[in-house]
């Protein structure tokens, strides 16, 4: 086997490859980045820098990315892998743009800003379902290829 062919980054064919690529980005990403937030729970104030943030949120992007190099001939279809990637990454691009526009209009307006982040945040965590769906697709595919379409065996 070439090893051209196995670590091509061809996202036509391998679409989870998108993964690998923001998580790249966000982790360049947060080498230059020196925001911070203050969260403020029970008169405890919690500053997080948004420099973790990124790295958080670049691995986890990479551990997604890992799950599907390990799966990939499992999988249902490339339309869900398409979905799934796109699911994931643009809440996330969204929560990243709306955290750097504009610091004081953020600061004025906390109430929107928690709907918005846990709106954001639980559409990026329930299209994991659909990672949950492909794999769960795929794996009952295959056993119906090699039974012969039939699931569940009637005759005595």
Do not use: C, E
Request: overall charge positive; charged content about 15%; glycine content about 4%.
């Amino acid at each position: 086997m070439k090893a051209s062919k196995y670590y091509s980054f061809n996202l036509k064919k391998r679409p989870f490859q998108t993964f690998a690529l923001a998580s790249i980005v966000l982790l360049v990403f947060s080498f230059f980045s020196n925001k911070s937030t203050g969260i403020n729970i029970n008169n405890t104030s919690v500053v997080i820098w948004s420099n973790v943030i990124y790295r958080v949120l670049s691995g986890f992007l990479l551990l997604i990315w890992l799950i599907y190099l390990f799966i990939k001939k499992r999988l249902l279809s490339k339309k869900l892998i398409w979905a799934h990637a796109f699911a994931t990454i643009l809440p996330i691009l969204a929560a990243i743009i709306y955290f750097n526009i504009n610091q004081q209009y953020r600061l004025q307006s906390s109430k929107t800003n928690y709907w918005l982040y846990s709106l954001l945040l639980f559409f990026a965590v329930s299209a994991q379902f659909v990672l949950i769906l492909n794999i769960a697709g795929g794996i009952v595919r295959r056993l119906t290829k090699k039974r012969g379409r039939i699931l569940i065996n009637d005759a005595p």
